[in-house]
């Protein structure tokens, strides 16, 4: 058993002996439902229509485009096809998600950059992948996205953002933004006009997105919102002394606040849909498929009165867009069950009819665009946090927070040692409680006893891949140059 296994086993005895002998409820069982159905089916005079057959999609677009769509720190919460109602903000990312299937609960493993974007590249956990942090690299043998469909004779392009100084390997052309997303759009079309489009394409976009400080959305912010008088901006500066001094945000600060991040994700939108735009003159998308998500999503002052999101365990950091646009799959369906980023890689591996890497934590997720309604519980959601044995486990709407050593992060330079405190434990039913304000670890330590069993459970399962982890280690100059871009080590 590993450490993490240890200490979790150790919360879990220690939580056993004061769990109440309450018997556990049950649902209505198989044979009641059947019961009730033979019934209603007994009134009936007429037999329903068969349901037609989910369509077989496991490598049903083999040899056919992918463009994979990756948007730093956009919340789920905040794109209106999945319920946001405050403002118009997703237009062009809610078009193309109509078009497909998405999951209004997706789960990045970690609420940072790099180990998360690495576990959809390669369909493992950060602690499968090596890159714990932002600034390592992927081991030169990992199989990866790029690399196993360059195998499969793909021409791969990615056009980044950010996140440029890790081992990219696998792709015939590579270029890197800087933050400035237009240039993101101009490369990933001109690498289009120069490829041969009668051969596969793989294009990866990922944006900058409204990530702090949110200059995405310009000056939009203030026409959003045009009564607001008081200090926040859309600057590094003014963002990052709210958490230095601190200065306290009262309520209409952080109404400004949601504001200023929205213009960054209207903006953002406006570039997805400027690609494309520029995709659809260029690919025949009756043989492309497309995969929109996010790394991580944002605390905007909900937890511990932080801005940013490398800190966070929650749902405001870890929830996150995740859609899949399948030619011959009809769309606009959307799947309730708990999925995570770990599950693209093999999704697209299924979908393309090619083979699995040995050791993957994801599964696909084909079952699920074949048959969206499909029943059940889903699978569990985990995420992991560095080195430290910081982790969230999640198993239908119960989302357990564990911190078996309290660790106190330091989420950012110049802030108060305990900026961010997290509970050693914490208790969540997120189907009653989605901003995770009301932690009932105290009221329900037998369903702590089962997640805590889960997690430990889910970790001893996971399998080690061959030819170890990613393991270049952050150096001073891109550092400096993280930092430039908003980002801090965290
Ligand atoms: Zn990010």
Redesign the pocket.
């Known amino acids: 058993m590993n450490a993490l296994g240890t200490a979790t086993r150790e919360i879990a005895s220690h939580t056993a002996s004061s769990m109440s002998s309450q018997p556990n409820l049950r649902l209505l069982g198989p044979a009641s439902l059947l019961t009730a159905l033979v019934m209603l089916g007994a009134v009936s005079c007429t037999q329903p229509e068969p349901a037609a057959p989910p369509p077989g999609l496991s490598g049903s677009v083999a040899g056919y485009n992918v463009v994979l769509i990756s948007i ?2 956009l919340r789920a919460d905040r794109l209106n096809s999945l319920g946001y109602e405050t403002r118009v903000t997703s237009e062009r990312m809610d078009e193309l998600m109509s078009r497909g299937v998405s999951f209004a609960q997706a789960s990045a493993p970690r609420s940072l ?1 790099w180990p998360s974007l690495a576990s959809v590249l390669t369909g493992l956990y950060p602690s499968g992948h090596g890159l714990i942090a932002n600034g390592y690299s992927l081991a030169d043998d990992q199989p990866t996205l790029p690399r196993l469909l360059k195998d499969a004779g793909y021409q791969t392009g990615a056009f980044l953002s950010n996140m440029c100084k890790a081992n990219h390997t696998g792709w015939d052309s590579f270029a890197c933004a800087g933050g400035v997303d237009k240039k993101v759009n101009d490369s990933a079309l001109a690498w289009l006009d120069e490829v041969d489009t009668s051969q596969p394409v793989l294009l990866w976009a990922h944006y900058f997105g409204p ?1 702090p400080p949110y200059y995405n959305g310009g000056e939009l912010a203030r026409q959003l919102d045009p009564d607001y008088t008081g200090e926040l901006l859309p600057k590094k500066w003014a963002l990052d002394r709210v958490m230095t001094e601190p200065v306290e945000l009262d309520e209409r600060d952080v109404q400004h606040l949601d504001a200023i991040y929205d213009a960054a994700v209207i903006g953002t939108d406006r570039f997805v849909g400027r690609l494309l735009d520029g995709v659809a003159e260029r690919l025949d998308l009756e043989r492309t498929v497309f995969v929109l998500l996010s ?2 999503g944002e605390d905007l002052y909900q937890h511990n009165e932080y801005i940013y999101h490398a800190c966070s365990p929650y749902q405001t950091s870890l929830h996150v867009p995740l859609a899949f646009v399948v030619p011959g799959r009809s769309g606009d369906a959307q799947v309730q069950q708990p999925v995570e980023l770990v599950d693209v890689l093999p999704t697209l591996l299924d979908l393309l009819g090619l083979e699995q890497p040995g050791c993957q934590h994801g599964s696909s997720l084909v079952p699920y665009l074949e048959r969206p309604t499909r029943g059940g519980a889903g699978k569990p959601a985990y995420s992991q946090y560095g080195e430290q044995k910081i982790r969230t486990f999640r198993e239908a709407n119960w989302k357990l927070v564990v911190n078996p050593d309290e660790y106190l992060p330091v989420c950012m330079a110049n802030t108060p040692p305990d900026l961010y405190p997290i509970p050693q434990i914490g208790l969540y039913d997120l189907a009653t409680d989605p901003g995770e304000t009301n932690d009932l670890s105290q009221a329900h330590p037998e369903r702590v006893g089962e997640l805590l069993d889960g997690l430990s459970r889910h970790e001893e399962s996971l399998c080690v891949p061959r030819g170890g982890t990613g393991t270049n280690a952050i150096d001073d100059e891109l550092r400096k140059e993280l930092e430039a871009l908003g980002y801090v080590a965290g």
């Open positions: 730093d720190t950059t990530h790394d991580h």
